[in-house]
């Protein structure tokens, strides 16, 4: 199992930006892939970003279309922390953020199988 801890939460206000962190500890086995997902209240859980965490070169990263552009996703092997840095920041980006380990890379929530505990994030106009 995976141990998951995001943080770097906070509140901004729009246009400003933010970096998220999850720092990822314990046997990861064939759990190669770490994304990150979102929830705002009386909303469903989606995907934002997934990253490749299995080595060999640049990995692969996607993103949704709402945050291309905007976001980027990195990891680093080393420390094995997961970093996403949130750039012109929207009022529609409010959420609980939370970042996720899995075997396919994919942001489809059901492929995934540890979880972090989440960190907020708020935007005001």
């Known amino acids: 199992q995976v141990q998951l801890v995001e943080s770097g939460g906070g509140s901004v206000q729009a246009g400003g930006s933010l970096r998220l962190s999850c720092a990822a500890s314990?046997?990861?086995?064939?759990?190669?892939?770490m994304a990150w997902f979102r929830q705002a209240p009386g909303k469903e859980r989606d995907g934002v970003a997934v990253?490749?965490?299995?080595?060999?070169?640049?990995?692969?990263?996607s993103y949704d279309r709402s945050v291309s552009g905007r976001f980027t996703l990195s990891y680093d092997n080393s420390n094995n922390v997961g970093y996403l840095q949130m750039n012109n920041l929207k009022p529609e980006d409010t959420a609980q953020y939370y970042c996720?380990?899995?075997?396919?890379?994919?942001?489809?929530?059901?492929?995934?199988?540890?979880w972090g505990q989440g960190t907020q994030v708020t935007v005001s106009s």
């Open positions: 314990g046997n990861r086995g064939t759990r190669n892939c």
């Open positions: 996720a380990a899995g075997r396919v890379c994919t942001l489809r929530l059901d492929e995934y199988t540890d």
């Open positions: 990253v490749w965490t299995g080595g060999g070169g640049k990995p692969d990263v």
